[in-house]
């Protein structure tokens, strides 16, 4: 299914159950997110963000409605079959880095290679190739705790291409930085999506960020109440 979206949400609603409260956290959402594109999901806290990116990301499934990733229908895959789906397809950043502390940068890049079976060669090929594409070749031996914020989202950004995903989430991956580095962090995802030709879709609480996207949804209490498309350059 080439022409597929890269995603395609229909009529999706999530709601929680706590001690007996419900909350609904996305209320029917239906949309297509395009392929190959840099796509901004903004909204005030509590809107329903990082619910939705979880439900794209396959580690959450919907109260009712359906998700589909690139053209492959969430809810007909077992739990194992989208663990799997998951470790191919998709590539994650936190907005806490989320990197494994005593894996130096180098290892935390490899790591998603050593789940799909590369040969050493091929890990080490590609870990250095998107070590060098974030500006790390450097700093490849340094563990977490010896990188700045913005370093360590750079090595979250080379683990989450380096197995070159059809999809990239970020879940507000500018949130713990200052902004002159969570302006090079939108810069660097901008530049990689475009080389990898990478779906892409980042979500933020600042709508100023959107004039780097090519298209905007905006969530409010769990609706969307916005679409924008970026002119073409
Ligand atoms: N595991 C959970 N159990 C119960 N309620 C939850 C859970 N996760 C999220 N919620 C609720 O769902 C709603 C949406 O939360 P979500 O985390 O998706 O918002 P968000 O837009 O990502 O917010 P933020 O900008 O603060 O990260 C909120 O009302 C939240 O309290
Ligand atoms: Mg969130």
Do not use: W
Request: hydrophobic content about 40%; some cysteine; aromatic content about 6%.
């Amino acid at each position: 299914m080439t022409d597929a979206p890269a995603v395609r949400l229909h009529d999706v609603e999530k709601t929680y159950e706590e001690e007996g409260l419900r909350v609904t956290a996305l209320a029917g959402i239906t949309a297509d997110i395009p392929r190959g594109r840099f796509v901004m999901i903004v909204g005030p806290s509590g809107s329903g963000k990082s619910t939705l990116l979880n439900l794209i990301g396959c580690i959450d499934r919907p109260t009712r409605g359906t998700v589909e990733v690139a053209g492959q229908a969430i809810a007909a895959l077992s739990d194992d079959r989208l663990t799997d789906f998951r470790a191919r397809a998709v590539g994650f950043v936190f907005q806490n880095f989320n990197l494994f502390p005593v894996l130096s940068a180098y290892e935390n890049v490899e790591y998603p290679l050593l789940l799909l079976g590369l040969t050493a060669k091929e890990r080490r090929e590609r870990t250095m190739a998107m070590l060098e594409q974030v500006g790390l070749a450097e700093q490849a031996r340094q563990r977490p705790n010896q990188l700045s914020g913005g370093q360590k989202q750079r090595v979250a950004i080379a683990r989450a291409l380096v197995k070159g995903p059809s999809l990239v989430l970020a879940d507000e991956p500018t949130a713990n930085l200052d902004s002159a580095n969570g302006a090079a962090i939108i810069a660097l995802m901008r530049e990689v999506q475009r080389q990898h030709a990478t779906s892409f879709v980042f979500s933020t609480h600042d709508p100023q960020l959107m004039s780097h996207a090519d298209e905007t949804f905006t969530l409010k209490d769990g609706k969307l109440v916005g679409h924008h498309m970026a002119e073409a350059a």
